[in-house]
């Protein structure tokens, strides 16, 4: 019964973790291609990436 | 960053504050184990520890304590027994059919039943809470680990509620000086202002007039700021030696949280209600279908907002302790700088995501508004 | 789950609450309020001076624009009349040219006619005198020959019929 659990919020961390990697690397992409939106890209970043991880914690608080 | 024209004094800082944690997890090396009595025999079969997985048992222990709120204000202890213990006690405020105040001192830092109006009362070693109890000060668990105490509602200055003060204290002396040093200098900042207020400047321009647009951010823009500098300076308290865990509190984000969530709702428009229950530019049958989906939407953003926060300080808590116990736990010439060297990295880190975690809640919280004051049609958007 | 949300403390979080909503009105009133206030009249005393700079800019453009309109205009008068001058001076020298070459002609004309009148009368005068003098000469020419009547008559009228030949 425990043991499911944890894999599955494991899981569910990687997967977070690869949206917030690939939120990243998109990030950095958008900005290398047009520097002077770096502000408003690191923003729209920063609020994907947080809604990302609020998915990741509420999973290891399920478990 | 603000912080790089210093980074020497900053790192100082940072240094200082790192080093008075070790001597607080230092701490933890001589206290005495039956202390930790009730967590052990929960486990049924008393294993016979050997003492280092007595010294874990420990370190493992003060961590949950350290993230734990408490009703006395504990510093550092020392001694051979940690028998000397620094910091003070905070009043406990019960109500129990009836008001109950008296110090927590009473209790002798968990050990004692303190007794208040012919009631006894416990705290508990498993989540730092005041239970009634017989004289005896006996708890009783069921299977799962659960208290079946009656637990009295606790309005004690507990060392969160003593730190959230003092944080509002400082924000009350620090901003409101700032106002009156603009009327005084006639519309110029001074001092610690010239600081504070392009941090002012940048919620009001790129945080609340992008998200909630120039018509209705003025109504919100005290809610913000508030809370901007409030979880910020709580999170910074949380990396003080201090020992608090203010924002790692579920009960303080939750009323954060609750705060945005009655704001988003109370001041909504009729759009944003347009929206969740008949959302426009859908088949008639998919708006049965999404109205339950956006009216749990409302619940869960506050929701996670709240979650985010907590579980953000409450993880950098875990990992940062952790990691200043490995120091101790490596106990070699190699691994305890290396732990040191990691828990130094950290705690920089850990400097970023407490501004980090701020700037995300009041961003979130903004957007929140911000669709609750939308009042033109975006058919592009739906 | 159930472990995490039976650690929230509900009197902390009644006081947390409270707190905060008393820590926004207080900071509402004493420090946003004010600092937003100065910081928004900042920007607009800006605003107002880079405005008023801008019309000041646009004035002198419009006063240096009028200036050269009023400078062209100058110019264009003061080549208009000397245009008219050199207009008028010549209109004057080929007046004066015509004037002269006509009153120089008048003169020549009167000139000649007062030779043809001197002539005339010099001729008249002459032809008195000749008459005068071949009457003189005739008289006495006559008193010679004037002894026969015939002769006489005849003498006359072929002298008077000479004399109008003339």
Redesign the interface.
């Known amino acids: 019964m425990e043991i499911p659990r944890i894999v599955g919020a494991g899981l569910v961390v990687i997967g977070a973790g690869i949206g917030i990697g690939r939120i990243g690397g998109s990030a950095m992409d958008a900005i290398a291609r047009q520097p002077e939106a770096t502000g408003k890209i690191q923003t729209a970043m920063l609020i994907a990436a947080a809604l990302i991880e609020g998915i990741g914690f509420a999973a290891i608080f399920a478990s | 960053m603000v912080f790089s024209k210093k980074p020497f004094e900053y790192l100082f800082v940072v240094l200082v504050a790192f080093f008075s944690l070790t001597s607080n997890a230092n701490s933890t090396n001589t206290i005495e184990v039956t202390k930790k009595g009730n967590t052990v025999e929960n486990n049924s079969e008393m294993k016979v520890l050997s003492k280092d997985e007595k010294k874990d048992e420990e370190r493992k222990e003060f961590i949950q304590h350290h993230l734990l709120d408490s009703h006395d204000f504990h510093i550092f202890s020392y001694g051979k027994n940690a028998e000397h213990n620094v910091g003070f006690p905070l009043p406990v405020i019960l109500w129990d059919n009836g008001l109950h105040v008296f110090s927590s001192s009473k209790f002798e830092h968990g050990e004692k039943v303190a007794e208040d109006g012919g009631n006894y009362y416990k705290i508990s070693h498993h989540d730092g809470k005041i239970y009634k109890t017989d004289s005896n000060g006996k708890i009783t668990e069921n299977t799962k680990g659960k208290i079946q105490n009656e637990k009295p509602l606790d309005f004690s200055i507990t060392k969160s509620f003593f730190m959230i003060f003092i944080v509002s204290v400082l924000m009350f002396l620090l901003f409101a000086g700032l106002g009156k040093s603009y009327k005084k200098n006639g519309s110029i900042a001074k001092g610690v202002g010239r600081f504070f207020e392009p941090i002012i400047i940048y919620i009001r321009d790129e945080i609340a007039i992008p998200n909630i647009g120039e018509a209705h951010y003025r109504k919100y823009m005290s809610f913000l700021l508030t809370i901007f500098f409030f979880i910020w300076f709580s999170n910074i308290f949380g990396l003080t030696p201090l020992g608090v865990n203010i924002t790692g509190n579920l009960a303080i984000t939750g009323a954060l949280a609750l705060m945005t969530y009655f704001i988003t709702t109370f001041t909504a428009k009729k759009y944003y209600w347009k929206h969740i229950f008949w959302m426009p530019g859908v088949p008639v049958l998919m708006k049965f279908v999404l109205a339950p989906i956006e009216l749990l939407g409302t619940i869960i953003k506050p929701f996670s907002l709240m979650i985010r926060l907590y579980a953000n300080m409450l993880a950098g808590h875990v990992v940062l302790m952790s990691l200043i116990a490995l120091m101790y736990k490596a106990d070699s010439v190699v691994g305890s700088p290396l732990a040191f060297l990691l828990s130094f990295v950290l705690t920089l880190l850990e400097v970023l995501v407490a501004l980090l975690q701020a700037y995300i809640f009041t961003m979130l919280a903004a957007l929140y508004f911000g669709a609750a004051s939308e009042e033109h049609h975006h058919e592009e958007a739906h | 789950?159930e472990e995490?949300?039976?650690?929230?403390?509900?009197?902390?979080?009644?006081?947390?609450?409270i707190?905060?909503?008393?820590?926004?009105?207080?900071?509402?009133k004493?420090?946003?309020?004010?600092?937003?206030d100065?910081?928004n009249?900042?920007e607009q005393?800006i605003k107002d001076a880079l405005k008023s700079a801008e019309n000041a800019k646009k004035e002198m453009q419009n006063l240096k624009s009028d200036n050269e309109k009023l400078l062209a205009d100058a110019r264009a008068e003061r080549d208009a009349m000397l245009k008219e001058a050199r207009e008028i001076k010549e209109k004057m020298i080929n007046d004066a040219k015509a004037e002269a070459t006509a009153a120089g002609e008048k003169m020549i004309e009167q000139a000649k006619a007062a030779i043809e009148s001197e002539k005339n009368a010099a001729m008249a005068d002459l032809k008195m005198q000749v008459s005068s003098l071949s009457l003189e000469i005739a008289e006495k020419v006559l008193r010679d020959e004037l002894s026969n009547k015939d002769s006489q008559t005849k003498l006359v009228e072929k002298m008077v019929d000479d004399a109008k030949l003339n």
């Open positions: 789950m995490l949300f039976g650690h929230i403390s509900l009197g902390l979080f009644i006081l947390q609450t707190l905060f909503i008393a820590l926004i009105f207080l900071l509402k004493f420090a946003w309020k004010p600092i937003l100065a910081v009249e900042r005393g």
